[in-house]
């Protein structure tokens, strides 16, 4: 596609539910991250992958955090027995080859609402 | 470790005025830097970005200068539009394999 594409848009969940989170990067972008927004934070570092490898898992939260990204293109955040404090848009961007230059492709994210 | 310190929003500004967002960084060795907008309903974008002491970026009238003295890259447009009205994003970026590190973001309403 012409941009990165974050599915659902919207997620409402109950507390102790798991939630995947998909994103789809920028046909041809090698490298791909995950970034958590939440109210009155900044954007908060989860995952990034270079292909299908995660050289940086540092900044997710918790053990219930786990991605994954297969065939070098789309990535799965899935979140295990889900918290309140999960709440938050969670966002995904791609950048182009193998130099980390800090110029990323974002997507619109996926906002998650655990009740 | 690695951070960066913008001003608080929101920011409400008329249409034609100066606009000064302040950002501050703290990180070892020589990052680059960069301005990111999030316009409503869309993605974060790259605005503009520096990579040395001194340098300019500069896009769409909105300006920023690196300056390592006072660890500073403020974001700077003569006169603002309503179009402008957005999320504004300071971050910096240490090389390697380290991710871009965000602010917090700052408001901006420009009103006609």
């Known amino acids: 596609g012409a941009g990165v594409s974050q599915s659902p848009s919207n997620k409402v969940t109950e507390k102790g539910k798991d939630v995947e989170l998909r994103c789809d990067p920028i046909s041809g972008h090698t490298a791909l991250y995950w970034y958590r927004q939440s109210l009155g934070q900044g954007l908060e570092f989860l995952i990034y992958f270079q292909g299908n490898s995660a050289p940086d898992k540092s900044g997710l939260p918790s053990d219930r955090f786990s991605a994954e990204r297969t065939g070098g293109s789309v990535s799965t955040l899935t979140i295990q027995r889900t918290q309140q404090e999960d709440s938050a848009v969670y966002l995904c961007a791609s950048s182009l080859g193998t130099a980390n230059t800090g110029e990323l492709f974002f997507g619109e994210g996926s906002r998650l609402t655990v009740l | ?112």
Request: include cysteine; proline fraction near 4%.
């Open chain 2, 1 to 112: 470790g690695d951070s960066v310190t913008q001003m608080e929003g929101p920011v409400t500004l008329s249409e034609e005025a100066f606009l000064t967002i302040n950002c501050t960084y703290t990180a070892t060795g020589y990052p680059s830097l960069f301005w990111y907008v999030q316009y409503p309903g869309e993605g974060l974008q790259l605005l503009l970005k520096a990579t040395k002491a001194d340098d300019k970026g500069s896009n769409k009238g909105f300006e920023a200068t690196y300056r390592k003295e006072t660890t500073s890259f403020h974001l700077e447009k003569g006169s603002v539009q309503v179009s402008d009205s957005a999320v504004y994003f300071c971050a910096l970026l240490r090389g390697g394999n380290t991710p871009l590190v965000f602010g917090k973001g700052t408001r901006l309403s420009v009103i006609a």
